[in-house]
């Protein structure tokens, strides 16, 4: 099973991920650490994704295609693959689909984790981070016992740079006019079950796992509907 798992900036779509990675055994494919990794180890598409950075471009979708399928083609995807930060477009769903049915793969589920803006907003901006141990806090959802520091270590309590409200809004629109016609995309093709991304990290991830479960079992995941 291949699936893609899609949500904006504050939905938990990295610690969701790492829970289905956990519990069903299929690899989790982050676009983000492909980069990083290539960049890192100086690979051929690695270099060839740095020219085009260097000069101020985007990376081609062919490149960026070209580092997803040779990841998904090692032995370890063969149960699966969490596809996290791409497709991103239409035209990269539509390239992604092209190179997976070439491998008689297909895209067989997208989980689409829904949380509304007003919760985005407080999730993104509100995060904090312990400087010693770098335990995780929100001063809207878990605030440290005192203010700015870290209940765990007593460590010093900090923000980044770019968790500002200012900063956090315009990521969302960002990611919104972006990839509100690819979650079109898919639910016009019967693929998109919505996950309700309000609640505990155990019950969205709860959800989750029955969809997928439902799929496998060759039933119509419904998913949840908010």
Known sequence: MDIILLGAPGAGKGTQAK????HTGMVHVASGDLFRAALRQGTELGMLAKSYMDRGELVPDEVVIRMIIERISKPDCIRGVIF??????????????????KQGRRIDVVLYIR??????????????TCKTCGATYNIYY?????????????????????????TAR??????????????EYYRDQGLLVEIDGRREISQVTRSMIEALTMYAANATPTGDRV
């Open 142 to 166: 878990f605030p440290s016992k005192h203010p700015n520091i870290c209940d765990d270590c007593g460590g010093k309590l900090y923000q980044r740079s770019d968790d500002t409200m200012e």
């Open 115 to 128: 949380v509304p803006e007003d919760m985005l907003l407080r999730r993104i901006a509100g995060r904090q």
């Open 84 to 101: 996290d930060g791409f497709p991103r477009t239409r035209e990269q769903a539509r390239a992604l689909e092209a190179e997976l049915n």
């Open 170 to 183: 315009h990521r969302l629109e960002v990611y919104f006019a972006q990839t509100m016609p690819l979650i």
């Open 19 to 22: 829970y289905l990675e956990e």
